[in-house]
């Protein structure tokens, strides 16, 4: 029972470079998301998705894009990284319609950018 | 808008200590609350919730109660184990609105021995 996987675990970027992040879920859920946590400020929404084919911006979409092409699929892209952009990302997924209901997470993606 | 107020971190304890860390919440009707817990390394996984006035929500000893007077979601435990450290958050979804699961800044618990 995998739940939530997020390649790579680790990553780093020289600045201006580009990289996705994957995430994966086998737990057939509607909503999906992208938060990044920095010290101090919790987790942020990049951007989410209810359902496939679908994305919208979150609280800081600025300097990444997403794409939901499968449903089990939610990949995160930067175009061209930034030292702004260290962080360490995590992806979420969540199933049913309350608001009640559970969401998982993935381990996490540590992107350092010099 | 909605909001996750936390009290600020880190919280240092010894063990066998009572464990109470702070939630208070801003949102328009009657949000599901949660409690979520991320150990060193690890991913965040949900601890407990509630999804009403009054509820009370528990899990490995840890225990919230969702109270609408005072807008607020307090963490407590009777007695912390070094196995509890761990960040904690505080979250909610507003009624009506899976889509959004905001969180609130994280408490960094360490227990000693």
């Known amino acids: 029972n995998a739940g939530v996987t997020q390649t790579p675990k680790f990553r780093v970027l020289k600045t201006g470079q580009s990289m996705t992040l994957l995430c994966a879920q086998d737990?057939?859920?509607?909503?999906m998301y992208w938060y990044r946590q920095d010290p101090g400020m919790g987790l942020r929404l990049i951007h989410y998705?209810?359902?496939?084919?679908?994305?919208a911006k979150g609280e800081v979409p600025d300097g990444y894009n997403v794409s939901r092409l499968k449903k089990q699929n939610f990949l995160l892209g930067l175009e061209s990284a930034a030292p702004s952009q260290t962080s360490v990302y995590f992806c979420a997924s969540r199933g049913g319609t309350g608001t009640n209901t559970e969401a998982f997470f993935g381990q996490g993606t540590r992107l350092t950018v010099v | 808008g909605n909001s996750v107020t936390q009290m600020e971190g880190p919280v240092t304890l010894s063990e066998e200590a009572f464990l109470t860390i702070n939630c208070t919440y801003t949102a328009t009707g009657y949000p599901s609350l949660f409690w979520y817990v991320q150990y060193p390394g690890e991913g965040l996984q949900l601890l407990l919730k509630a999804t009403k006035a009054d509820d009370k929500g528990s899990n490995k000893g840890f225990e919230a109660t969702y109270r609408k007077e005072t807008t607020s979601f307090h963490l407590e435990k009777g007695s912390v184990q070094v196995s509890d450290s761990a960040v904690y958050f505080c979250?909610?979804?507003?009624?009506?609105?899976?889509?959004?699961?905001?969180f609130g800044t994280g408490t960094l618990l360490a227990v000693q021995p």
């Open positions: 737990m057939n859920h509607e909503y």
């Open positions: 979250a909610l979804t507003p009624r009506g609105a899976t889509n959004k699961l905001i």
């Open positions: 998705s209810v359902g496939e084919g679908t994305t």
